[in-house]
């Protein structure tokens, strides 16, 4: 039995030690707003927050998170939408299909938790997930938005 603590509620998941976080998040907890990708923690479509850094899910296994750390999901990071990135997001249009968004999201967020002023060096070295629609402009754009406060002024 595995006893996490997700978007500030303590789960208890039956679950093999091994098995990915990603699919005890997604598949026992039921929230899926992270998404699987890759399986190898190369895209980044399945980033959390693992006691405020991002981190891929789905090359992670549950026994490698302990009931003290404080898992945050994309459902957690703002549940009524209203965190500065996820503005930003929708004030400048940045997803197209959508799919990889919700990693971005958390992976800007971390890097916004570590350097809330990022310069396009820094977003570029820290922002490695990967978007099959090629949205990296505007996902740059709304990371800097966010960082200025703009998106919470505009959103």
């Not at 679950?15 to 598949?27: F, Q």
Request: hydrophobic share 35%; charged share 15%; with cysteine.
């Amino acid at each position: 039995m595995a006893r996490l603590t997700i978007n500030g509620e303590v789960r208890e998941v039956d679950v093999d030690p091994e098995t990915p976080l990603l699919w005890v998040i997604r598949e026992q907890v039921g929230l899926t707003g992270t998404k699987f990708g890759c399986g190898i923690a190369q895209c980044g479509a399945c980033t959390v927050h693992i006691d405020g850094v991002a981190t891929r899910s789905c090359a992670m296994p549950v026994s490698a998170v302990t009931a003290e750390q404080k898992i945050t999901t994309i459902e957690g990071l703002s549940p009524d939408g209203s965190h500065p990135l996820q503005k930003a997001w929708a004030a400048l249009d940045v997803p197209q299909c959508g799919y990889c968004q919700s990693g971005m999201i958390m992976a800007a967020a971390g890097l916004l938790q570590q350097n809330p002023s990022p310069t396009d060096e820094d977003i570029n070295t820290e922002i490695t997930n990967i978007c099959r629609c090629g949205t990296y402009n505007r996902v740059r754009a709304a990371i800097k938005l966010a960082a200025d406060g703009g998106a919470t002024q505009n959103g």
